[in-house]
């Protein structure tokens, strides 16, 4: 608990404050949407986050308290959760449901509430944050655009498969997910964990609360669909269980358990979003115009569905306190790049400087053997025992694998390698990624 002035403290959550915070929050989020009333499907979210979620318990909630009137004007909530790179368990913290009172703006409440977030996670040891908000702000929090997000295209209703076009025999189908195939969906997250993209895979309870657990009105809610054959669970897709008021459908998330069996994968998955859009059309009463993916355009449902209206790529914002302690828990992905490339680094050491930390990747017989976390360089770009100095935003955008190194070089002048050497083993180490995260919302 924190109190900076004699107005407000900043608290921990309680589950005691669910009525006010659902009222505070449906009060302040996406009004453009509603024009200015409480939004429910906000409500019935902060209801689940206080109740029962995978995810979250009361704690994982800040709160900024009214001392006049002991009330709740200013919150958020991290979604606590495992990612995974290359088989690299990653904790992550997702950030959500940033909001203050209007007549309590203007007292650097947001502000004291990421002080107090930053400075649990930094003491639990949760290395990384994000969060999808305002464009720009928060930057002025430490945050920076290190991970991509969206940017398939669009594909107009006309495009997908008319009713009954697509022939189900003898091949892959979609039908909707039930609470009986969690232990399956787990094990194909599973896989995805094991692979070279980023994800965020669910186990068998996450993946029971998505399918069955939330309130009907959550915003965050979703439809679980799985992929089969002979009643083999092979895949999944994710997608709102609505149009949209423009009349698309939004996909969040696809994966198919066998890579081979994409093309019939994406051929079954198209189908059943057109069977679903038309649905929702006909019960809404609403035109069902285009699938929305919020997928990265690598996606192999992106890339083997019907042509779209291409998008601008977004980003989700990332924050790390300490990159270098970030790079020492990639340390085994690290070592198995520079192993599948057969490159031995021929010194003790390799030292990369963020300017005001450094990591200090520690070699024998030219494999890496450790990293460590350790004070920077008063003057990295001419320290004889600086291997390369790079930006800290820099760093964490090559480590999450958002950009690659030549990217890197080209965008930031005050990144600067010691030589060719050093260039050619951090290129390898640091490849673009292919981001596929479902965050838990």
Request: hydrophobic share 45%; with cysteine.
């Amino acid at each position: 608990m924190t109190r900076e002035d004699g107005r407000y403290v900043v608290r921990a959550g309680r589950a005691s404050d669910v009525v006010e915070l659902a009222r505070l929050h449906a009060s302040v989020q996406l009004q453009a949407v509603t024009g200015g009333q409480p939004h429910r499907g906000i409500a019935a979210w902060v209801e689940d986050l206080l109740d029962a979620h995978p995810s979250v318990v009361p704690d994982d909630f800040l709160v900024a308290e009214d001392s006049a009137t002991g009330r709740p004007v200013a919150s958020l909530v991290g979604l606590r959760q495992d990612w995974a790179l290359g088989g690299v368990r990653l904790p992550v913290a997702q950030i959500e449901l940033v909001g203050t009172a209007p007549e309590h703006r203007g007292n650097r409440l947001t502000e004291r509430l990421f002080a107090a977030l930053h400075q649990r996670y930094a003491a639990e040891g949760v290395p990384v944050q994000m969060i999808e908000g305002i464009p720009y702000f928060y930057r002025r929090l430490g945050y920076d655009y290190a991970l991509a997000n969206d940017g398939a295209a669009t594909v107009p209703a006309a495009a997908l498969p008319a009713a009954g076009q697509h022939d189900s025999s003898g091949v892959l189908t979609v039908r909707p997910a039930t609470v009986a195939d969690a232990d399956d969906l787990a094990a194909i997250d599973q896989g995805l964990a094991d692979g070279q993209a980023l994800v965020c895979p669910r186990d068998a309870a996450v993946w029971r609360y998505e399918i069955a657990g939330r309130r009907p009105r959550d915003i965050a809610r979703r439809t679980v669909a799985v992929l089969v054959n002979d009643g083999e669970v092979r895949g999944y897709l994710v997608h709102t269980p609505r149009l949209t008021s423009s009349g698309e459908l939004t996909v969040v998330a696809a994966a198919c358990a066998r890579p081979a069996e994409w093309p019939r994968a994406a051929t079954a998955m198209h189908a059943h979003l057109g069977r679903v859009g038309r649905r929702c059309s006909a019960s809404a009463a609403l035109p069902f115009t285009a699938v929305r993916f919020l997928l990265n355009p690598d996606h192999p449902l992106a890339r083997l569905g019907p042509p779209g209206v291409p998008k601008r790529p977004r980003g989700w914002y990332v924050r790390a306190g300490d990159p270098a302690d970030l790079l020492a828990r990639l340390q085994p992905l690290l070592r198995k790049r520079w192993q599948v490339a057969d490159l031995r680094w021929p010194e003790k050491t390799l030292t990369i400087d963020s300017y005001g930390r450094a990591a200090r990747l520690e070699f024998a017989d030219g494999e890496l053997i450790a990293v460590t976390a350790m004070p920077g360089s008063v003057s990295p770009t001419t320290d004889p025992h600086t291997n390369a100095a790079i930006p800290p935003g820099a760093l964490l955008q090559l480590a999450l694998g958002h950009r690659t190194l030549p990217e890197v070089l080209d965008t930031w002048p005050d990144c600067i390698l010691r030589d060719h050497l050093t260039e050619h083993f951090l290129t390898t180490a640091f490849p673009r990624v292919s981001v596929q995260v479902w965050p838990r919302n």
